[in-house]
């Protein structure tokens, strides 16, 4: 987990479930140079998923806070 929050320094990391999200367009190139990335560092993964972000996704990132927390 360590290594790869190392190759990919703008991806949020999730000790608790051991997943680090990277961003990314879903196409076919991202995926190829994510996967080239993992191979040259020598990470191996259980797992991988690919998936459009919904709107909570957006406004989280446009935001940088839960939509269901309140503003002061």
């Known amino acids: 987990m360590e290594s ?4 990919f320094p703008g991806a ?4 608790e479930t051991l997943t680090l999200r990277v961003p990314g ?3 076919v190139r991202s995926l190829r140079a994510l ?5 040259r560092a020598s990470i191996e993964v259980d797992g991988l998923d690919v998936r459009t ?10 935001t940088g806070r839960p939509e269901r ?3 002061r």
């Open 4 to 7: 790869a929050a190392r190759t």
């Open 12 to 15: 949020a990391r999730d000790d």
């Open 25 to 27: 367009d879903g196409g």
């Open 35 to 39: 996967l080239d990335q993992l191979d």
């Open 53 to 62: 972000p919904d709107l909570d996704d957006v406004f989280l990132a446009l």
């Open 69 to 71: 927390e309140s503003v």
